[in-house]
Nanobody
Framework: QVQLVESGGGSVQAGGSLRLSCAAS????????MGWFRQAPGKEREGVAY????????YYARSVKGRFTISKDNAKNTLYLQMNSLKPVDNAMYYC?????????????????WGQGTQVTVSS
């Protein structure tokens, strides 16, 4: 079992930045695919960034590529999402997820472990 707790959400003006954190605990040994997802009211959940902890390979959805950066601090067992140049369309609840698998790609959604989410609000 893996427990995930997100933090770092908040309100920011368009063009601003936020850094989300996801603290992992439990069975964190081994190589994982970890991802950041978001869901806005009335919309489907969208995977925006993924990282394979085995080699640090990162993958991004087209909607955030060049603005968001996913990273992981293995010593702290913490996943990050640095979000720059935020836009009102980035308004959503953001979730982190983990899967003990080397299968890691944009669009992967079958993660067994999820956090409870952190809200990001971007005003124009």
């Amino acid at each position: 079992q893996v427990q995930l707790v997100e933090s770092g959400g908040g309100s920011v003006q368009a063009g601003g930045s936020l850094r989300l954190s996801c603290a992992a605990s439990g069975d964190t040994y081994g190589r994982y695919c970890m991802g950041w997802f978001r869901q806005a009211p009335g919309k489907e959940r969208e995977g925006v960034a993924y990282i394979y902890t085995g080699d640090g390979s990162a993958y991004y959805a087209r909607s955030v590529k060049g603005r968001f950066t996913i990273s992981k601090d293995n010593a702290k067992n913490t996943l990050y999402l640095q979000m720059n140049s935020l836009k009102p369309v980035d308004n959503a609840m953001y979730y982190c997820a983990a899967d003990k698998s080397y299968d890691c790609w944009v669009g992967k959604a079958d993660f067994p472990y999820w956090g409870q989410g952190t809200q990001v609000t971007v005003s124009s």
